[in-house]
């Protein structure tokens, strides 16, 4: 395709290259990551993921060797060759990543699709060609991580997927080859090396990973330009890190989000809503948030009430507040064609939807009956449905949810020739359908932003690379399937290591019937996703942590409890997790990638560094064996320290999720409370596992972005564990009322002396632990 390289040109940090038949760029954005770009479709790059490239100013080496042109980082060596084959090496001359050089070899498929097809089986079949296509050897021990959302195991390894936004309502299962995000982004694990690749293309696109030949694996899209970064580091943290710095962080949401959700198509009218946050509080369950479906608004108009079932929603939504409730109002994209409807008139008349090729305002069917799609992909159409978010804001809502944004309508996609603006560059469906839920929830963020100034709360079903800038997302509608539990760990940690790091699923499953023992184990896992959210849909029986029996409402509470005990620990993830780029889920390999034992771990996973969840999964188990990692780990529930690196066998009886704490680790736990800022927190426990260890503890309002001139307080613990323990314990920035006292609860019992500052300490004994009180001041605790 692009033949024989006959010239190139090097300017700072980009090497031209002129192919007989094409034009090449290798672009050094820093030593460890490469862009790759041929202007096949646009000259230039246009990311709808990446706002800001920062080219770093480094040293590149070009030097033409007789068959190739090398380039050198102080990292990596870049090796072009005729055809724009590209291989990625280390400097230490290690091979990375070589380009195939022979044409793809599908394996051989015996028998005759359409007999198969007559019976109605859904036949794989010999993949396309792409327009697009970059073929990678394997060499025999990759194992593939990330590609967002998607069915299946952790590894992708052997497995072949599509990136098309999809909202496909069967049941999500293994041969689904794209639900609704696409994260075109992968990491490439080996023996003794990893990298990741992220192709930032927004067509139709298409990943391989060894399904059609386990020679090799490819990515390929229908359109647009090849334009991929290769992201090198050390290890897959760095490759995370390296990647989120070129898409962006999952920034420090409101702490009530991390709080407990409650929801259901469709809590409505308002007397149902006041009685499910009744519930809540009569039945001793914390509870920040409940939300609203489709059905408060006015004929499924966005941005109306219904003004029957919600004759004053402003007062409704105010005492709720009062009451601790917080408000999330769901809003589609579809906007109902309708005269004199202010919306409809006003995106009209400003040319903010889509059209067909003939110009006409593109209409299909969603909720409203017909209806017209904002072209998100215009600067205009965003800031005006940014402003549109002042209408629910100024009612008292607190966050909003997006759905239906893949765009879905319920005639499938929108067809591929629906025009849309694009910023000037007029295109079709084909390459915004990717990005139409990411730039809805653009707009919707900045509206919030703009319109409340505290951190905005979205929640998106579709999305795009990069979308963790604005919003969190949920992973659409599963059902209450033991199934779709299983599948909820691999999907939610894939999603985590391709850069969304605030993702949950629908607790108890959206559709069909959930039964009592599955919303039992399913909230110990929600427990420890970042959106804590029970959702169901309509017609299915309710789903409320009530609605079964007292000992399912007894499990629902104590982990719920248990998810407001750790929000500190949990808001200091999102905290440091907005600089680093690390999620708060982590596959085991996130931390432990030299053991090849926990590379396939599909049913447990950490919680930050310092917490590891092994849940049960299966209807009916009351037993399962652990993995922990090297070092020690202190059983969560019994306080039993064991040995890592080797299985353990845990009972874990209807109400036990197996949790496992880092030795060495200071986990913060709030008190007992109802909801975020019900009470002012003047002392804050300390549990501690003893070890080596450190933690940093961060303080704000926990709303605005106040913490962003400073205005937050920041302890630093260091922990050293010998003869006797000893904590340091620093202020290092002290911008915000902090706590007036720590209570440590320090997890060993054979507890004799306990000093601050060298003053003694009265201290008291539990079981497994003594507990002990520090004013919250800078000094040192020494516990022998
Ligand atoms: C879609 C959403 C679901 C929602 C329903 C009604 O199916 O995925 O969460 O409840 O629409 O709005």
């Known amino acids: ?92 001359g290690t091979i990375l990543c070589e380009d195939l050089r022979e044409e793809r070899r599908p394996f051989l498929r015996r028998g005759t699709v359409s007999v198969a097809e007559d019976e109605g089986h859904n036949v794989e079949k010999d993949f396309d060609r792409h327009k697009i296509e970059v073929v990678k050897k394997m060499f025999g021990d990759e194992k593939f991580y990330g590609l967002g959302e998607k069915t299946g195991h952790l590894n992708k390894r052997g497995s072949y997927y599509e990136m098309w936004n999809t909202d496909d309502p069967s049941p999500h299962v293994e041969s689904h080859k794209s639900l609704y995000k696409s ?101 001793d369950i914390p509870c920040d948030t409940i939300h609203l479906d489709i059905d408060y608004m006015d004929d499924f108009k966005v941005f109306t009430w219904d003004k029957n079932r919600f004759p004053d929603e402003k007062k409704a939504l105010k005492e709720l507040k009062e009451d601790g409730f917080k408000i999330v109002t769901i809003i589609d994209p579809g906007v109902k064609k309708e005269k004199n409807y202010p919306i409809y008139e006003e995106g009209l008349k400003n040319n903010y939807f889509a059209t067909d090729k003939d110009g006409v305002t593109y209409v299909n069917k969603v909720w409203p009956g017909n209806s017209v799609f904002p072209d998100f992909s215009d600067a205009d159409t965003r800031s005006w449905w940014a402003e549109n978010q002042r209408i629910m804001l100024e009612s008292g809502v607190s966050g909003i949810w997006n759905d239906m944004n893949e765009p879905a309508s319920f005639n499938g996609p929108l067809p591929d020739d629906v025009q849309f603006k694009n910023e000037g560059r007029g295109t079709d469906h084909r390459e915004i359908h990717n990005v139409y839920g990411h730039l809805m929830s653009k707009a919707t963020f900045e509206g919030i932003r703009k319109y409340s100034g505290k951190r905005p709360f979205v929640i998106t079903r579709a999305a795009y690379a990069g979308t963790q800038k604005y919003s969190t997302v949920w992973t659409g509608d599963n059902q209450s399937f033991w199934e779709h539990l299983r599948m909820a760990i691999p999907m939610l940690l894939n999603l985590s290591i391709s850069g969304i790091s605030f993702c949950g699923t629908d607790v108890g499953g959206f559709s069909f019937d959930c039964t009592s023992e599955l919303l039992s184990r399913w909230v110990q896992v929600g427990c420890f996703t970042p959106l804590f959210r029970n959702h169901s849909g309509s017609y299915t029986r309710d789903q409320e942590p009530w609605a079964f029996d007292e000992q399912t409402l007894d499990i629902n509470r104590k982990y719920i409890k248990l998810r407001y005990k750790l929000l500190p620990y949990i808001y200091d993830l999102m905290w440091s997790g907005e600089n680093s780029g690390l999620p708060v889920m982590r596959p085991l ?160 019992a054979s507890v004799k002396e306990v000093y601050f500052n060298n003053n003694k300490l009265e201290f008291t004994k539990q079981d497994c632990s003594v507990e002990f009180v520090i004013p919250a001041e800078k000094g040192t605790i020494i516990i022998r």
């Not at 092994?614 to 009916?620: F, H, K, N, T, V």
């Not at 426990?685 to 709303?703: M, N, Q, W």
């Open 589 to 748: 390999l996130l931390h432990y990638e030299k053991d090849k034992e926990v590379h396939e771990i599909n049913d447990e996973f950490l919680f930050g560094e310092n917490i590891l969840v092994a849940p049960i999964l299966e209807q009916g188990k009351t037993v399962r064996t652990v993995y922990l990692p090297e070092g020690k780990w202190i059983d969560y529930w019994t306080k039993e320290v064991l040995e890592g690196g080797t299985y353990v066998i845990k009972k874990a009886p209807l109400d036990i999720c197996p949790i496992y704490i880092k030795a060495g680790s200071i986990i913060p736990n709030f008190p007992e409370q109802n909801y975020v800022g019900e009470k002012e927190i003047d002392q804050l426990t300390l549990d501690i596992y003893p070890g080596d260890g450190s933690y940093a503890h961060f303080v704000d309002d926990k709303e605005s972005y106040n913490y962003r001139n400073g205005e937050y307080t920041l302890y630093e613990f260091m922990m050293n564990d010998g003869k006797e323990t000893v904590i340091n314990l620093n202020i290092k920035q002290n911008e915000f009322k902090g706590y007036e006292t720590f209570k440590i609860a320090y997890n060993e």
């Open 183 to 283: 994260i075109p982004f992968f990491i490439n694990l080996r023996e003794d090396s990893v990298f990741g690749i992220f192709f930032d293309n927004t067509f139709k696109s298409y990943f391989d990973m060894g399904k059609e030949n386990s020679e090799y694996y490819y990515f390929g899209a229908d359109d647009g330009n090849l334009d991929y970064y290769f992201i090198g580091g050390e290890c897959v943290k760095d490759i995370l890190v390296n990647y989120t710095e070129l898409t962006g962080k999952t920034p420090l949401p409101q702490m009530w989000t991390l709080g407990f959700h409650q929801s259901r198509w469709s809590y409505s009218p308002e007397s149902r809503v006041r009685e499910i946050a009744k519930n809540f509080r009569e039945k």
């Open 1 to 92: 395709m692009f033949g024989k390289l006959v010239n190139h040109r090097v300017e700072k940090n980009k090497v031209y290259l002129d192919f007989e038949n094409n034009k090449g760029i290798v672009e050094v954005i820093n030593p460890l990551v490469i862009n790759i770009f041929s202007p096949l479709k646009y000259q230039q790059h246009y990311s709808r993921a990446i706002e800001e490239l920062n080219i770093e100013n480094c040293s590149i080496a070009v030097e033409n060797k007789t068959s190739y042109l090398e380039i050198k980082t102080n990292h990596l060596v870049v090796k072009v060759y005729d055809d724009f084959k590209v291989d990625f090496y280390k400097i230490d």
